[in-house]
């Protein structure tokens, strides 16, 4: 059995989520989701709400929800408090871990495992699963016309990353410097006509990012469901990306083969944080 504790955005969601699926099917095991961070979340913390059930996923086993089966439980419990301290494994390291302990009975996983390297053998089923149930009439047009276009994706990520401070500590922002070289770069290589944008403060964007000879949608203006966005922005041909997982997992699971990905080099503000395992390779990082 594997246990994934889950906690965070939706992007720390599908991190998570990938890196647990990728032990099981290996191990041949049960997975579960234990979520009861989002019922005690910290005065420091951003707010959120588990939102994998918003995917095709299918079935998720959520532990603490699994009740009728006793035995489950009272394992996750024992996790839960650490009183088999050998089945539990906190993330050590940022960068990706080759080795990562499997117990043949239970295991208990709790971190962010922000490597592509985790998961990426069951890249092909992630992509089927990480699909909303659903999409409004307003994504569907969007999406429409990026089919018909060459279109680049800017995510702006601002929100807790100016609001929070421990937030704005620790991640710090994308200047605007990044966004117009990271433009430039794709321009000077591939034929755009237009630019999606994303923000969680699309009002700040409008003030302060300013590209011409090229159509722009504001698509946070138009869709306010984040899960919608971030179906949109998977379908745009190349992906300029914040230092954001939500993002991230959106250039990841662009299926344009000739897509250019820009990420920015700078990810936190700690700079001693090794995120050398973070891109895949072919990702441009500025």
């Known amino acids: ?15 998570q989520y990938a890196f647990g699926k990728q032990i099981a099917i290996k191990n041949k095991t049960n997975l579960y989701l234990d979520t009861t961070w989002y019922r005690i979340q910290f005065y420091n913390q951003t707010p959120r709400n588990f939102e994998l059930n918003k995917f095709r996923i299918g079935q998720i086993k959520n532990i603490t ?50 490597s592509y390297k985790y998961f990426y053998p069951i890249k092909d089923l992630l992509a089927n699963e990480f699909i909303p149930n659903e999409l409004s009439e307003k994504a569907r047009g969007l999406i429409n016309r990026i089919a018909v276009s060459q279109a680049i994706s800017i995510h702006v990520r601002r929100g807790d990353y100016v609001n929070n401070a421990s937030a704005n500590s620790f991640h ?19 034929q ?9 403060d699309i009002d700040w964007v409008k003030q302060n990012l300013f590209i011409e000879g090229v159509d722009i949608i504001y698509v946070s203006e138009f869709v306010d469901d984040h899960i919608q966005e971030f179906e949109i922005m998977k379908q745009c041909q190349h992906n300029i990306i914040a230092n954001s997982s939500f993002s991230w997992w959106a250039a990841f699971l662009n299926s344009n083969p000739e897509k250019i990905v820009i990420a920015p080099k700078k990810w936190f503000n700690d700079e001693s944080i090794n995120t050398s395992d973070l891109c895949p390779q072919e990702w441009i990082r500025l």
């Open 65 to 114: 929800k699994e009740k009728k089966d006793l035995i489950i439980f009272f394992v996750y419990i024992l996790l839960k408090f650490k009183i088999f301290k050998s089945l539990c494994q906190n993330e050590v390291q940022f960068h990706y871990k080759p080795k990562i302990k499997f117990n043949f009975f239970v295991n208990y996983y709790s971190g962010y495992w922000q």
């Open 172 to 190: 710090g922002l994308c200047d605007l410097d990044y966004y117009y070289k990271a433009v430039n770069d794709i321009r000077c290589n591939k």
């Open 192 to 200: 755009v006509d237009l630019i999606c944008i994303f923000s969680d």
């Open 1 to 15: 059995m594997v246990i994934i504790k889950t906690e965070g955005g939706l992007g720390n969601q599908m991190f």
